[in-house]
């Protein structure tokens, strides 16, 4: 069974570009790779702080760095733990999917349909300008919703997949927003890996 699917779609949008590849994962690596993670990521469940406002961010998360380079986003500062042998498996493929270098990736637990993000930017100066981030889901399929700050026809959706590979280019992170809204419906654990290149500021 190949690992890569050769299954691609391109979109090029106003001021940002997003390549998604369904079935990036094969079905057996995908569900290794969902399982291990589950059990063997040390999850935090940080405080978030809002228009004044503190409760528990609505989902997991932990971040895992080849540097010291800590990542900040919604007041929150989180510092990396190393690679683990099995984040690195990933990250090989996805560079070598994207023809990218990335140096982390925050790993991301939704428990249900309860948890989620809000709509926002990956756009800390850390990044750097027009970052590149790759995003392989697990687990369970969710909407991803995305749309122009601007032009208010510009809003679309994408079902990330089991196994699925989204990666923003291009000034996205600049234009647009995107979230994963909460739902009612009774769904199952999705587990995101986001990978960025992180520079030291």
């Known amino acids: 069974m190949d690992l890569f699917s050769e299954e691609k779609t391109v979109l090029k949008l106003p001021n940002a570009e997003l390549i998604y590849i369904p079935n990036f994962l094969n079905q057996h690596k995908a569900n290794y790779f969902f399982e291990y993670l589950k059990l063997n990521v040390a999850w935090q469940h940080d405080d978030i702080t809002i228009f004044g406002k503190t409760y528990k961010q609505p989902r997991l998360t932990a971040l895992y760095a080849e540097n010291n380079a800590s990542y900040s986003y919604s007041n929150i500062t989180m510092y990396p733990k190393p690679f683990t042998s099995e984040v690195l498996e990933i990250k090989h493929y996805i560079e070598k999917e994207s023809r990218h270098k990335f140096t982390s990736a925050l790993i991301n637990l939704y428990r249900d349909g309860n948890d989620s993000n809000g709509w926002h930017a990956d756009n800390e100066k850390e990044l750097g300008e027009n970052p590149i981030i790759a995003s392989l889901s697990l687990g369970e399929a969710r ?11 510009e809003r679309h959706k994408i079902i990330l997949e089991h196994g699925s590979l989204l990666i923003m280019k291009g000034a996205m992170q600049h234009h647009w927003l995107h979230q994963i809204a909460k739902t009612k419906k009774a769904i199952g654990v999705r587990i995101n890996l986001t990978f960025r290149k992180v520079e030291t500021i």
Not at 147 to 153: G, V
């Open 143 to 153: 909407p991803f919703h995305f749309k122009h700050r601007n032009l208010k026809e």
